[in-house]
């Protein structure tokens, strides 16, 4: 796969009420990526090819890593509703999003709340449903480098792997871990991982064009959850991407970006 050097910024910012960090690169129509439970992990490949079609907006969360936290969000369905309101501020209204992991679980709450506000919708290994088969892995039993190495089928083979779970992290890196960790387990602690009445609400979604992804071994979020997402929003389209964890944006990169490139066009 061969990109160019997009320029990219890393900014604090005031919204909706609280401080965050935001990563701003690429050219062309905005694309909001929402990130998972461990926070960004660094501009990779996959954001430099997409940012040459798309002006990427990453936001860490409210409460991960260096953005501040508001004491008032206390899970995934507050949080949703905070974004809103950022979204606006931002001026992001008829964004295409991207969301991965509690990030994608996240990206469904705001659509169901308010379909009208996103142009596309992808969910990449998404949490928020209760898997049919399987269990969501419990990532709140291991530290952050046995998750990340867990994430991933098979971690030798992945490029960027040092990249994002490097041998010795830096102290700015281990602290990013502990805060997203720290966040994810007030966001989804119980019920674990899921919001039980999500699939029955996700139907509301049927005039938002939303791609569902997996990795076909995805051992973090089953793929049976990304089926029953599917199953649940009339007309989304779902993708599975073969010899893949949890992770395909950087385990099966350029097939992530064909996918994701050709969806949200360009």
Not at 124 to 147: L, M, S
Not at 148 to 176: G, H, K, Y
Request: charged letters at 20%; proline letters at 9%; aromatic letters at 8%.
């Amino acid at each position: 796969m061969t990109t160019s050097s997009v320029t990219w910024t890393e900014e604090t910012v005031q919204v909706a009420g609280c401080q965050i960090n935001l990563i701003k690169g690429g050219s062309g129509d905005p694309l909001l990526v929402l990130h998972d439970e461990m926070g960004h992990p660094g501009w990779l490949r996959w954001h430099e090819a997409l940012a040459r079609n798309h002006t990427l907006h990453i936001p860490w969360h409210p409460g991960f890593g260096p953005s501040g936290e508001l004491d008032w969000v206390m899970n995934l369905h507050d949080l949703a509703i905070w974004y809103l309101g950022a979204l606006d501020d931002l001026g992001l209204e008829g964004v295409d999003v991207m969301g991965f992991s509690l990030g994608g679980w996240l990206a469904a709450e705001m659509a169901v709340m308010n379909p009208q506000q996103f142009r596309r919708l992808a969910l990449v290994g998404a949490a928020g449903v209760r898997p049919p088969e399987g269990e969501i892995f419990d990532i709140f039993q291991v530290v952050a480098k046995a998750f990340i190495t867990r994430s991933l089928l098979n971690p030798e083979s992945v490029p960027e792997f040092q990249a994002i779970c490097p041998d010795e992290p830096t102290p700015e890196q281990l602290e990013n871990w502990e805060t997203s960790l720290e966040g994810a387990c007030r966001l989804s602690w119980r019920p674990y991982m899921h919001y039980p009445a999500l699939p029955q609400v996700l139907p509301r979604l049927k005039r938002l064009p939303t791609l569902v992804i997996s990795g076909d071994q995805d051992p973090i979020v089953p793929p049976s959850a990304a089926q029953l997402y599917h199953q649940s929003i009339p007309n989304s389209r779902l993708e599975i991407i073969e010899n893949c964890g949890h992770r395909p944006e950087v385990e099966q990169t350029e097939r992530f970006v064909q996918v994701v490139g050709e969806w949200f066009g360009g």
